[in-house]
T-cell receptor
Framework: NAGVTQTPKFQVLKTGQSMTLQCAQD?????MSWYRQDPGMGLRLIHY???????DQGEVPNGYNVSRSTTEDFPLRLLSAAPSQTSVYFC??????????????FGPGTRLTVT | AQKVTQAQTEISVVEKEDVTLDCVYE???????LFWYKQPPSGELVFLIR??????QNEISGRYSWNFQKSTSSFNFTITASQVVDSAVYFC??????????????FGSGTRLLVRP
């Protein structure tokens, strides 16, 4: 049981390049989400999904795309990287019910630098 | 709109001291959930507690305890007899069921705790 896995661990991009951060979970969780962590700002929600085929925007969605074709995978796409997207990215998954979110299990993070 | 405020940016204590990390939240909803997560220097995020808005009982887990007060919109976290291994960044987070924010987990900016030997 690997939990939540993220690849790559580190990435350096040039401004304007695109790339996809991968996230996978093996706990059959309906809910998956992406956060970015910047110094002094905590974690900010980028996008989330409550099931395959369903995605929605978080607090800071601009410049990012997501899709959820399977329960297990939730990739995050940077369309045209900008230096402001330099950050640590965390993927998370959890159970979810009408009554709300349960504890989220986080991946180890991807450290992205855009030059 | 939801908001979580952790006013203490950094706290430094000597081992065995007790320390309280403050968390103040804002929400218009009557049904919501509060969370605490720990991020040790290794960088991973570790779940500590989830509390729903209808349960105001304080919770104790070993050296950790949480004080939830709806009257002051606070969900404070106390570590008793702190240890060096408690050194980490601690995040408070809020999730409510408002129509436009369902299933969003909003984090505070975190408090960095340094426990010195």
């Amino acid at each position: 049981n690997a939990g939540v896995t993220q690849t790559p661990k580190f990435q350096v991009l040039k401004t304007g390049q695109s790339m996809t951060l991968q996230c996978a979970q093996d706990m059959n969780h309906e809910y998956m989400s992406w956060y970015r962590q910047d110094p002094g700002m905590g974690l900010r929600l980028i996008h989330y999904s409550v099931g395959a085929g369903i995605t929605d925007q978080g607090e800071v969605p601009n410049g990012y795309n997501v899709s959820r074709s399977t329960t297990e995978d939730f990739p995050l796409r940077l369309l045209s990287a900008a230096p402001s997207q330099t950050s640590v990215y965390f993927c998370a998954s959890s159970l979810v019910k009408r009554t709300g979110l349960y504890e989220q299990y986080f991946g180890p993070g991807t450290r992205l630098t855009v030059t | 709109a939801q908001k979580v405020t952790q006013a203490q940016t950094e706290i430094s204590v000597v081992e065995k001291e007790d320390v309280t990390l403050d968390c103040v939240y804002e929400t218009r909803d009557t049904t919501y959930y509060l969370f605490w997560y720990k991020q040790p220097p290794s960088g991973e995020l570790v779940f500590l507690i989830r509390r729903n808005s209808f349960d105001e009982q304080n919770e104790i887990s070993g050296r950790y305890s949480w004080n939830f007060q709806k009257s002051t919109s606070s969900f404070n976290f106390t570590i008793t007899a702190s240890q060096v291994v408690d050194s980490a960044v601690y995040f408070c987070a809020l999730s409510d069921l408002e129509m436009d924010s369902s299933y969003k987990l909003i984090f505070g900016s975190g408090t960095r705790l340094l426990v010195r030997p």
